[in-house]
Structure formats: structure tokens, C-alpha cells
């Protein structure tokens, strides 16, 4: 059989080195890694910790909202750019849960199929070959992704425990900023858990207006916060002159595999944002949107995952640091970032958080999701299975004393 479809892929994934790489992936590595645990340990629960999306179902409530909208007649065709209902209930959501006063549900307020989509088609409104785009590492990596394949450089911002896990704008030099039209934020922040204050989301208004860029605000944990109130970018001052904000029901709601988002904000951008989209999708089913209707009119719904998280972030930091780790509570997501091990009693050594998970799927069935792009961090995540506190104390009782038994070791 002729080969030609090989020699035919974009250079964007690889041209014809596509599905060829012999690099094996962060992600891969870890399943690979879980696969032999499991395989050689059959009787051994394995302790997810690496999950990144809630372990529960969406409410009751907005799972019979959902079948009532499904047998609508008037819900069954294209949705195209969305119901006015989602609009509305959107601006009334930004106004009550986050103060943002102002928001037209019609021009400033446009639904998505998820954010991750709209991260992807944002850089079509915007990047032309040659431009650039500053992103926040370690991150969601999916807008730069898009830009990148659009031709633009990605401008990599990293995020450091020293400057709170916010990246530091006054670093930029004048090369790094040539051509740079878009600013990708997210907080709170995954893996960090760090939450943005007024002060820097107000140093961000300026800057992008300094340097004639837009900000996307990656809101998809905004609604998940611990010691403070949940915080918009836009309820700065000015921030709706300069950028948007993408809220997702994922991670606010537990409706991940529903696939809804909104994005809010500067009317050019939410304009462009609408004309891309109409030439991607046909918008996401009338009767989710309906479902997504009631879950922003009752965010009661998101305080109690809100206080299930905090139970659960605040015995898995007891147990990491009864093991070494110096964990803290995050302000905000549902992600406990660790600085990663550096030995083990064993006699293994490692010099990445990459090595040093592996190493704990291995010997003590505990996955986490490693990041080296910053620093070596590991991310443990809150969302791992259980059903009820009994089992959560047991879950992570049993992973502290895995841990301990490691005899981990930080610092060289
Ligand atoms: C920072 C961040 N942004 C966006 C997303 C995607 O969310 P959605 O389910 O709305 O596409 C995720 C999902 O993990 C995320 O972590």
C-alpha cells in the first residue's frame, strides 16, 4: 500500500515525523507506569491522586433539569452561538458569586463547548504568522498550542514560588514583547492552586494597555476558593477594556463530559471570538445550555464541593508533611503543588518530579501528575475516589503511610 498520507501531514504536528516520535510522553508515561503497578501488584489498591477532574456526578437537580430539556422539541436543532437564557443567567452569575456589575448578556457574553475549544479558537481571532503570545508554565497548555500553530512564538512565563506563583510582567524584556498580542492568565492555578489578588490583576490591566495586548482569563476554578472569595479579573477596573474571561460548569459544577463554558468580557473580542466559533461548531445542545441555566442560578451547588475539597486538601497536606513534603493549602482549585523528592532510603535518586512519580506508582501505588517546568513539583489532586469521609480519611491515611515508608528525602 502506498505511504503518500504520511508525507501529506501538517508540519504544525510533526509533517511526516507525525505518530513516529520515539518521545514518550508525561502523560503516557504515567499510564504506562500505572499499567505495570497494577499488573504486578493485583491485590494493592492503587491511590489515584493524579486525577484532574471532580470525582462526583453533577447535581441531581440540574441532571433532571437536563432530561426535562431533552424531550423539547424546541431544543433539538442547532444552537449556533447560543441561547439568550445562558447569556442572562451568565452576566447575573459574574454579578452575584463575583460582583462584576455590567455585563450585556448580548454583546459581552457568548457560550462555548467547554473551555479547552475556546482556548483553541482564540488565537484564530487574533494571531497572524509572526506575532506572539505570553503564557503562564507550568499550565494549561492549549492556547499557546493553537498560536503556536498559527505561527506565533509562545513567550513562556514561569510561575515561582518566591513571586507566589504570579508571573512577573516587569521581567519581560522589550524582544520578548515584539509582536505579543495575547496574555493567558489562570487562576486559581492548575497545578499551583495559587489564587490572583486585585493588586496583580489590576497590574495586568495596565500592562495590557501599555502594551496594546489582550488578556484571556482562564476562570475554569474561579468559583473554587478557600480563604477568600471567589475573584473575577473582571471585576478590575478597566479589565473589560483589555480581555475576556472563560468560566467552565467542568470543575464549578461537576459537568465535566457536558461540555459548557462561557466566555465574558470586551465586546471586540467576544465579536471576533463569536465570528470563529460560527465556523468551528453549531453550538452545544439547547438542552445542556437549559441544564447550565439552573446550575448558575444556584451556585449553592459549587459551595458544597467547595467545603468537600477543603476537608480533603487539609488532610492530605497533614499526611504529605508527616512524610517530608512541605504542603500547604492552596487558595484556591482543587490541587496540592509539592516541591517532588529528591531520594529515596532505596538508594533511588531523582532528578526530575518526572523520575520521582514514576518511582511512587511504582513502589507504592500513588499517582500524581509531575511538573518540571518550573521547578520539580508534584501535583496531588483532591478529586481522588471516594465515597464518603470515612473512606477519605482511609484513602489518605493509607497514602501518608505509603509515603513515610519511602523514607523520602528532599533538598540534594
Ligand atoms: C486550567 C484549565 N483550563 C481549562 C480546562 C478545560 O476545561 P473545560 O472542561 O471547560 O474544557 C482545564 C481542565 O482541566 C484546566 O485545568
Known sequence: ????????????????????????????????????????????????????????????????????????????????????????????????????????????????????????????????????????????????THAEWNGARVVRLPLKEDGGFLPDLDSLSSE???????????????????VATPEFFGKVVSFAKANSMVVVHDAAYAALTYDAKPLSF??????????????????????TGWRLAFLAGNERVIGAFAHVKDNFDSGQFMAIQKAGVYALKHPEITEK?????????????????GAGFKAVMPGGSFYLYVGAPSFATAGAAFNTAEDASEYLIKEALISTVPWDDAGRYLRFSATFEAKDKEEEHRVVEEMGKRLKGLGLGFGN
Open 1 to 144: 500500500m502506498s505511504d503518500y498520507i504520511q508525507n501529506l501531514f501538517a508540519e504544525r504536528i510533526g509533517g511526516s515525523r507525525f505518530g513516529r516520535a520515539t518521545k514518550v510522553y508525561k502523560f503516557e508515561k504515567i499510564k504506562r507506569a500505572k499499567r505495570e503497578a497494577k499488573k504486578k501488584n493485583p491485590n494493592i489498591e492503587l491511590l489515584d491522586f493524579g486525577v484532574g477532574e471532580p470525582d462526583e456526578m453533577a447535581s441531581n437537580m440540574v441532571v433532571e433539569a437536563l432530561k426535562i430539556e431533552c424531550g423539547k422539541p424546541e431544543n433539538r436543532g442547532y444552537a449556533d452561538n447560543g441561547i439568550a437564557e445562558l447569556k442572562a443567567a451568565a452576566a447575573a452569575y459574574l454579578k452575584n458569586v463575583y460582583g462584576v456589575e455590567g455585563i450585556d448578556p448580548e454583546k459581552e457574553v457568548i457560550h462555548s463547548i467547554g473551555s479547552k475549544c475556546a482556548l483553541a479558537m482564540l488565537p484564530d481571532c487574533f494571531i497572524n504568522p509572526g506575532d506572539a503570545v505570553l503564557t503562564t508554565v507550568p499550565g494549561y497548555p492549549v492556547m499557546a
Open 176 to 194: 520578548d514583547l515584539r509582536g505579543a498580542k495575547l496574555l493567558y492568565l489562570n487562576y486559581p492555578n492548575n497545578p499551583t492552586g495559587a
Open 234 to 255: 473582571l471585576s478590575i477596573e478597566g479589565a473589560k477594556d483589555v480581555g475576556i474571561e472563560i468560566h467552565s460548569f467542568s470543575k464549578a459544577f461537576n459537568m
Open 305 to 321: 464541593t467547595v467545603s468537600k475539597y477543603k476537608r480533603r486538601l487539609d488532610l492530605m497536606v497533614k499526611a504529605l508533611n
